[in-house]
């Protein structure tokens, strides 16, 4: 009986030892697993950084068209409304490329690919004369630019699958204050060190503004290389077993898949769907009043002869109440209904619309209300892309994503073309065109604030 009751401690003992022992491996490997995605959070930041300085080349392009005018007289600032649009329609358009290079040749060899398309545009843009090629370059670098940007954002919202919207939020607030810096560094010490005012006349822009321009182009390339090297050794790739494994997968029902449907009929059943019609619609219409002032507000700024500083002042204001808004919708954007906060967005964006062309005689108002649209514009860009990983599941998100955002690249090209029309080929004063330019476009936003109305925060069901 001794014997058999020692038997009984001995064994006992041992499966005390192996359960502490699967509980240290278990921690362990807990620990091991947030390092990943920590560091991968980390390499999402460069990353993003990384592409975030492609959209600084927005605020050189009254400099570069001043300097094309040296090649072409018939050149106008509105010609360098299509610079910008070009790549963000090129993005909409092509985004799901990244998702499918990703299945072909994994998600490194990706980011890889992105970058080296990237440096590749640049060098074009450095050699151009023409501001034909600098349409393609553009074109290009929107290709570069959808093959890689969703890749790591994917991949860390993956190991905090409940955390989508402060994950969202945190790789806009680092690398956006970041660019607040570098954008000044850019402007004030490489393009333009003598503060001077842009306008086609400036004889300095004609001797000196391409020089300043290609030390920008060295500058980016060299920024671009340096990301893409740091995003490399960061990134690791999330293994949905662990995920489930260590309890940071999304609690409550998953989305519903037949197993035996393919990743293609999955997309096509959600696309063709009225919610994601719905939602396209909701973007397409979002977007006129953020591309007329995105486009437009510089150029506007230099017409009206806003103060110089005070044009340099809004954009550094510009991209660190980007920053603000980022961190502020991505504290709350996982608490609170996409519904809700888009008919914000929307609502706000309608008073902006309508009251824009009031500023174009007042700096202050000016600048008010070009931070303003930067607040909501940041906001609208945390919120939507984990509302639609939310909707539809991360393994979709590229593809349908893309789908959806679309809309968006389509609504800025439009209205880049209507814009630049309305510029050069209407007869009445530049007044007027504004004035119906964001009539126009608060009555869009006031019809998407609607649909928005009607949008939810339910999964679809595959089914």
């Keep these: 009986m001794e014997e058999k009751n020692n038997y009984l401690i001995n064994d006992n003992e041992e499966q005390m030892e192996t359960e502490e022992k699967d509980k240290i491996d278990f921690e362990k490997g807990k620990r091991k697993y947030i390092l990943k995605g920590l560091s991968s959070l980390l390499a999402c930041i460069i990353n993003t950084f990384g592409y975030f300085t492609i959209w600084l080349m927005g605020n ?4 570069l068209i001043s300097f094309r005018r040296h090649y072409n007289p018939n050149l106008t600032f509105a010609h360098g409304y299509f610079l910008i649009p070009i790549i963000y329609l090129t993005i909409c358009l092509t985004s799901p490329l990244g998702g499918i290079i990703e299945d072909a040749l994994g998600s490194r060899k990706t980011i890889l690919l992105s970058y080296f398309i990237l440096c590749i545009s640049f060098s074009f843009i450095y050699f151009s004369k023409n501001i034909l090629i600098d349409y393609l370059s553009m074109f290009f670098i929107g290709i570069g630019l959808s093959v890689g940007l969703s890749i790591t954002k994917k991949n860390v919202c993956s190991y905090f699958i ?36 842009p306008t086609i006349e400036n004889l300095y822009y004609d001797k000196k503004i391409f020089l300043n321009f290609q030390k920008l182009i060295i500058f980016e390339i060299a920024i671009l290389i340096l990301t893409c090297f740091l995003t490399l050794i960061l990134y690791f790739q999330n293994d949905p077993e662990e995920t489930e494994k260590f309890g940071f997968h999304e609690k409550g029902p998953n989305n519903i898949i037949k197993r035996n449907v393919s990743k293609g009929a999955q997309i096509k059943s959600a696309i063709y769907h009225v919610r994601a019609i719905r939602l396209f619609l909701m973007i ?20 009206y002869k806003i103060n110089t500083y005070y044009l340099q002042l809004t954009t550094a204001l510009y991209s660190l109440t980007g920053c603000i808004s980022s961190i502020i919708f991505g504290l709350i954007g996982d608490k609170i209904q996409f519904r809700i906060l888009f008919v914000f967005f929307s609502f706000c964006l309608t008073i902006v619309s309508f009251c824009f062309p009031l500023s174009y005689k007042n700096d202050i108002f000016y600048i008010s209300e070009v931070i303003i ?30 789908i959806i955002r679309s ?13 630049f029309y309305l510029e050069n080929h209407f007869s009445g004063d530049k007044n007027s065109i504004y004035k119906f330019m964001y009539i126009f476009s608060g009555i869009c936003n006031l019809i998407s604030l609607i649909l928005g109305l009607f949008e939810g925060d339910e999964k679809f069901d595959y089914l």
């Design 60 to 63: 050189s392009i009254v400099y």
């Design 162 to 197: 409940n955390k989508k919207a402060l994950i969202n939020g945190t790789t806009y607030l680092v690398p956006g204050f970041l660019c607040v810096i570098l954008n000044i560094i850019n402007e004030k010490y490489i393009l333009n060190p003598l503060s001077e005012s």
């Design 284 to 303: 397409f219409l979002f977007f006129p009043t953020i591309n007329f002032i995105n486009n437009t507000w510089r150029p506007i700024g230099i017409y």
């Design 373 to 402: 649209m930067a607040f909501i514009l940041k906001g609208y860009n945390i919120i939507i892309d984990p509302h639609i990983i939310k909707v539809y599941g991360i393994k979709n998100y590229i593809e349908i994503g893309g």
């Design 407 to 419: 809309s968006g690249g389509i609504c800025e090209m439009l209205s880049v073309i209507f814009a």
